[in-house]
């Protein structure tokens, strides 16, 4: 889900609600993953060693979990929730400087 950009006329508020329902869903998104993930990981454990097909799916699940790991530290310490809209849009500033513009 792509977000459109945020103009100088967006008022703070609805900017900050467009960013945390983008941060939302990718986060959301990435959670999905986590069961199937477990799963491959006991697979050694339970006696069946992995495929080099489930290998790649290993290192790209967890490579895409590490992106998560700041929210997941936020969300462990009290009280952080509330700095969850700045920190979306803290990443979401840091994405935009990065893409080249589109014109």
């Known amino acids: 889900m792509k977000t459109a950009a945020l103009s100088a006329e967006t008022p703070p508020r609805t900017a900050l609600r467009r960013i945390a329902l983008h941060q939302r869903s990718r986060l959301r998104a990435e959670l999905l993953q986590v069961p199937g993930l477990f799963a491959l990981l006991m697979k050694p454990r339970n006696g069946a060693p992995w495929t080099a097909d489930e290998r790649m799916l290993l290192r790209a699940r967890l490579h895409a979990l590490s992106h998560l790991s700041l929210y997941l530290a936020l969300l462990a310490l009290p009280g952080t ?3 969850l809209p700045l920190l979306a849009w803290w990443l979401d500033r840091r994405r935009r ?3 080249p513009n589109r014109s």
């Open 81 to 83: 929730a509330l700095l």
């Open 97 to 99: 400087q990065r893409e």
